[in-house]
């Protein structure tokens, strides 16, 4: 397997055959080798995901403050809110504000002993007396999270992408202790007041998220076309079979057979493709979430995405999702389509109805 190759179902097929085997010594020399050239890639994979979902979010809106929360003020107002209370909350060194995380179900707060989260800073646990909800949060600076300072730094490629890695480390450690609903990146409040107030504001969705998401993974599955390949393929099945002669008669046939292959033909059958593969992930999903094709630049892909879904599934059903999307993937290979299986990530597209906080 090369390694520019994409995450997918392959890699998970050799980790399933390496963990099956019985060579414990060379698995234990291997492991140490592999390691950080694992390490590498999946950060490189995060920071593609958390790049397209920031951009495709143009500027975050996230909840802020005393008042009520609401999705529909954005970060500027946010952080401008945030000056003055976070001042007045550590009058001894530069103002700050608070970054939510994530949350987490009455008594189920993960050990935060040793986590660090954005900007290194220490991560700490606020609970609602109220309702029981755990929000796991770290204090962040105005001077980078402030309101011009922000505007900024969401521009900066740099920034973002180390603020993007701390953010979904952050949640990852945590939700491997416990089911959290992971808010996206910027949620801020002016203090831990502000945190407790969204807490009682927002109990009901939290807690059915909670609910919905407990003992269940996010996986994303992406199909990608190479146009030419596919309605070549197209082109030879509409022909009955491929003419068995070589030569440049063999390639004027060829010739031929792709330009009976219309556009509208091939296009319907690429759709078909991609509906049939969505409707067997999703019969191992409790839930899913269809969206435009990923930015190609920020991506990384070359041909047509056909397909870009998020597909919560059980945990008990993460053998078969990824035996079925590897069948999946060598069933279309040949006629350049690409199946790739990402994942688990932790479950923001699930997180809230309607778009929540």
């Not at 986590?115 to 800073?121: E, L, S, T, Y």
């Not at 390639?251 to 409707?279: C, P, S």
């Amino acid at each position: 397997m090369s390694p520019d190759a994409p995450l997918s179902g392959r890699l998970a097929q050799l980790l399933d055959e390496i963990a099956g085997s019985d060579a414990a010594g060379v698995l234990a020399e291997a492991r140490a080798h592999a390691r950080e050239r694992v390490r590498e890639r999946l950060a490189a994979e995060l920071e593609r995901r958390m790049l397209e979902q920031v951009a495709d979010d143009a500027m975050p809106r996230r909840p802020a403050g005393r008042s009520a929360p609401s999705a529909d003020r954005d970060a500027a107002s946010v952080s401008a809110e945030a000056r003055g209370a976070g001042a007045r909350r550590d009058e001894g060194s530069a103002a700050t504000a608070v970054y939510v995380y994530a949350i987490a179900a009455a008594g189920s707060g993960p050990n935060t002993s040793g986590m660090r989260g954005i900007g290194d800073a220490p991560v700490r646990v606020v609970t609602s007396e109220t309702t029981g909800l755990q929000a796991l949060v770290s204090d962040v600076p105005l001077d980078q999270f402030g309101d011009d300072a922000l505007k900024r730094n969401l521009n900066d490629l740099p920034w973002l992408s180390a603020a993007a890695i701390r953010h979904e480390s952050t949640v990852e450690a945590a939700m491997a202790e416990t089911t959290l609903v992971p808010l996206r990146m910027c949620t801020i409040f002016r203090d831990d007041d502000g945190v407790r107030e969204m807490l009682i504001g927002e109990a009901p969705a939290l807690a059915a998220a909670i609910a919905r998401l407990r003992d269940a993974h996010e996986w994303g599955v992406k199909v990608i076309a190479d146009a030419d390949a596919f309605a070549a393929a197209v082109a030879v099945d509409d022909a009955g079979a491929e003419d068995p002669a070589t030569g440049e008669g063999a390639g004027y046939f060829a010739a031929l057979r792709r330009d009976r292959a219309t556009r509208e033909d091939v296009a319907r059958e690429l759709d078909r493709r991609a509906r049939e593969i969505h409707d067997a992930v999703a019969a191992l999903a409790i839930d899913v979430r269809l969206h435009p094709p990923s930015n190609r630049d920020l991506a990384g892909y070359e041909g047509e995405m056909v397909l870009n879904g998020a597909y919560l599934v059980p945990g008990e059903r993460t053998g078969d999702l990824r035996a079925l999307t590897r069948s999946l993937a060598d069933r279309h290979r040949a006629d350049g389509i690409t199946v790739e299986l990402t994942g688990p990530w932790p479950p923001y597209n699930f997180s809230m109805p309607g778009g929540g906080l």
